[in-house]
């Protein structure tokens, strides 16, 4: 029997019938759908097979890999999915991990559209299910440990009291969680939060079952050093190429797509800032050999504008468009259209390019994309601290400028991290009539591109959840736009 469990809330197990984009719906508020519609035909539960999960985020899996590569056996690690955990947990149980990447709504997505400081003051999906969980495992006699992307929320002893949480692991897993695991089943004390360490790129564990969404990371961390983002603060560390490939070849076992994964995907074994053309086309054709469909999961718009013929080489590698994939959608960061801003929060992020070109170097790199059928799924954040009027008038003509190129255009709300404080956290009620005016921008914006993208992306969904998907986008476009609409022209007057 299973010493060790792990599973993740049920927003993260699902694979959302292989439209993995879908999963930033979890970040909003449970008034969107009902959650019984929601979790039935949006975010179904990922299979089982012989007791264990099919497919488990990226995350899981990397801890998983971890403990079997120091010691663990096969029967004492098991992932399962979090709506039938109490059939696992036995009195040989000892521990129980829980990936989550947004437990208490705090994150820029969900802080932005639920909650307290969102949009709609109700939880999001992924805090719901976060909490449901918590209260499921508090009847077993098990050492919970929560880790992932969001651990950052867990880090207050309040907060962990409140939720049953014995251990909280921050930051990169896979070196110090095998050791701990070990030390919570021998009955030793451990601290209750636990910092990660950085993993070198050549001891990264590989993952030896599928992760959701055919996730298979190429590289770790950015170094741009955006200071609002975390990620970017890290090194950049590219993976082995046989490293990535093995992954592959056990995710196609079980997916028919392989989602590439990095904080951008064009820097793969970069040089500084340099492009390493070879080995990204290398990376690019040789995943292509094992799986028909390839995906990625981020990459940003310097890269882009500063290699146009990657971007395209890299389409003519996948063949893009074909029947199966119309285009490549990839999340990227325009943030703001303001050079102060980016000169004075992320010198980085324009580079090679100054921040002074950044407008530029948006445009330049939308125009590629649409040349190369990819389609940026951009955020902006609003709020940031000492954000002036210009800066945001500055970032809604940037938005009017990018209008025709397919794409969809995220403000979300300003989260701090690092030195930033707490008390620069934005939220609807900090809104002044110019973000009001942005949002309209990009909500219109969306409003255009919204039905063709989704008639293209369902197109592979099970015909139940298809139907429902495009009811619900069509409604949202034909009759929920208007009222939007009506609501932000309203705010817009009263926040003058």
């Known amino acids: 029997m299973s010493k060790v469990i792990l599973t993740a809330e049920r927003s993260l197990m699902s694979d959302y019938n292989g439209a993995l984009f879908l999963g930033f719906m979890s970040t909003g508020p449970t008034s969107m759908i009902p959650q019984r519609l929601f979790f039935r035909l949006i975010a179904p539960p990922v299979k089982e097979e012989n007791g264990r999960a099919k497919l488990a985020p990226y995350g899981t899996r990397k801890i998983e890999a971890a403990l079997l590569e120091n010691g663990f056996s096969e029967d004492e690690v098991k992932v399962v999915n979090p709506d039938k955990i109490e059939k696992h947990i036995t009195k040989e149980t000892k521990i129980v991990g829980v990936t989550t990447n947004d437990p208490l709504g705090l994150g820029p997505a969900s802080s932005t559209f639920s909650g307290e400081t969102g949009f709609v ?33 867990l ?38 939060v636990v910092y990660g360490v950085a993993v070198p ?83 690019f054709r040789e995943v292509h050999r094992i799986v028909g469909k390839v995906g990625i999961s981020h990459f940003a718009l310097s890269s882009v504008a500063s290699a146009p013929d990657v971007v395209e080489e890299i389409s003519e590698i996948l ?27 992320m010198p980085g992020k324009a580079k090679p390019f100054s921040a002074s070109e950044w407008r530029d170097v948006v445009i330049q790199a939308f125009q590629i994309c649409s040349d190369a059928h990819w389609v940026p799924c951009a955020t902006l ?22 209008n025709e190129y397919k794409s969809l ?86 926040t003058r």
């Not at 015909?463 to 609409?485: C, G, L, Q």
């Open 121 to 153: 003051n109700q939880p999001s999906y992924n805090r719901v299910k976060f909490e449901e969980l918590m209260r499921k495992l508090r009847r077993f006699d098990v050492k919970v440990v929560v880790g992932g992307a969001g651990a950052w929320q």
């Open 155 to 192: 880090e207050e002893e309040r907060i962990r009291r409140k939720y049953g949480i014995d251990v909280v692991v921050i930051g990169e897993g896979e070196k110090v969680v095998p050791e701990l695991f070990r030390k919570i089943i021998e009955g030793e004390d451990v601290p209750e």
């Open 201 to 283: 790129e050549d001891e990264i564990p590989k993952i030896r079952r599928a992760a959701i969404g055919g996730i298979v990371e190429i590289a770790r961390g950015c170094g741009r050093g955006c200071k609002f983002c975390i990620p970017t603060m890290r090194r950049l560390r590219s993976r082995p190429l046989e490293d990535i490939l093995e992954e592959a070849r056990v995710t196609a076992r079980d997916k028919d797509i392989v989602t590439l994964h990095a904080e951008d995907v064009l820097r793969y074994k970069a040089k500084g800032f340099t492009i390493n053309k070879e080995e990204v086309l290398r990376l």
């Open 319 to 345: 063949e893009l468009p074909n029947k199966e994939q119309k285009w490549l959608a990839g999340q990227t960061g325009i943030e703001t259209g303001s050079p102060r801003l980016i000169e004075k929060y």
């Open 381 to 402: 954040i609003v709020g940031f601290p000492d954000e002036r009027e210009e800066d945001i008038i500055k970032t809604i003509e940037l938005v009017e400028d990018l």
């Open 409 to 494: 255009i995220v403000p979300l709300f300003f989260v701090p991290a690092n030195e930033l404080g707490e008390e620069s956290r934005f939220s609807v009620r900090k809104m002044k009539s110019y973000h009001w005016e942005l949002m309209l921008t990009c909500w219109r914006h969306n409003m255009k591109w919204l039905k063709p993208l989704a008639k293209d992306y369902f197109e592979g969904l099970p015909f139940a959840s298809k139907i429902f998907m495009k009811k619900f986008i069509d409604w949202v476009v034909d009759r929920v736009s208007k009222s939007v609409e009506e609501y932000i022209l309203q705010q817009i007057e009263i």
